[in-house]
């Protein structure tokens, strides 16, 4: 295949998503978590006390959207919410030992379905797939937006 008859990365990465989302879902009922919860517990669990508006930035969501998701997870003792000794209006958030046992088996479950997807690759493919997707995920919030955006040499409206 010539490299201008590659399909778009959206169209190929859309159908495996909207897949693997499918496949978590059921995983996630299992705990009683939704995908909000499930991002919420995985970043604390990553940093164990963040504010409100912190947590919302590197999981990308309003942090407005994110307060019923925070206070299901309260609900079930899945994380804690004290104030902030140094900002009344602000809350510091953790993790809970349950909250992290609750992520730690829908993690375990979540790779095991994954495993059985990436194995369909040869080894090396695989590396490389991983690989791929961990340095483009990495990329700061809006960044990975900035250089797709940016101009590409060679397209009719790049500069001279």
Do not use: N
């Not at 169209?11 to 009683?32: F, H, K, S």
């Not at 919420?40 to 942090?63: C, F, H, S």
């Not at 994110?66 to 209006?89: H, K, M, V, Y």
């Amino acid at each position: 295949m010539e490299p201008d008859e590659r399909r778009d990365l959206a169209a190929m990465l859309y159908p495996l998503v909207r897949a693997l989302i499918e496949v978590e879902m059921p995983v996630l009922a299992t705990q009683d978590v939704s995908m909000w919860g499930y991002s919420v517990l995985a970043a604390l669990d990553r940093t164990p006390i963040r504010t409100q508006a912190a947590l919302a930035e590197a999981i990308g969501a309003d942090k407005t959207r994110i307060i019923g998701t925070l206070d299901a997870l309260q609900e079930a003792g899945l994380i804690s919410r004290t104030p902030d000794p140094d900002d009344r209006r602000a809350r510091l958030l953790a993790i809970t030992d349950e909250g992290r046992r609750v992520r730690r088996s829908v993690t375990a479950d979540i790779r095991a379905r994954e495993e059985r997807l990436l194995a369909t690759l040869p080894a090396a493919d695989r590396r490389g797939f991983l690989r791929a997707l961990t340095a483009l995920s990495a990329l700061p919030p809006g960044e990975l937006e900035e250089i797709a955006a940016g101009p590409v040499s060679g397209s009719p409206r790049s500069p001279a």
